[in-house]
């Protein structure tokens, strides 16, 4: 099993914790083309849930873990 982690620009810190892990590939940005590739490998998603990524990860049929924003 592959973990695919997008930590975007604001948990870049985070890229060192998850390298431990052979089974774990992280990105800090990911552009339309290679999204949608990373998307066509995934089943499950955990994601914060905004529209753009709810709406790109429905497209491709991929389960989703929806952890909201604590100020919205």
């Known amino acids: 099993m592959t973990f695919h982690v997008l ?6 810190a985070y890229a060192s914790v998850f390298s431990q892990h052979d089974q774990v ?18 089943d499950v998603s ?4 905004s529209a753009t990524s709810l709406a790109e990860q429905q497209l491709f049929g991929i389960k989703k ?6 100020w919205t």
């Open 46 to 49: 955990l994601t914060r849930g």
């Open 7 to 12: 930590l975007g620009t604001k948990n870049q």
């Open 25 to 42: 590939i992280t990105y800090t940005f990911l552009d339309q083309t290679s999204l949608a590739s990373v998307y066509a490998l995934c």
């Open 65 to 70: 873990i929806i952890v909201p924003l604590p």
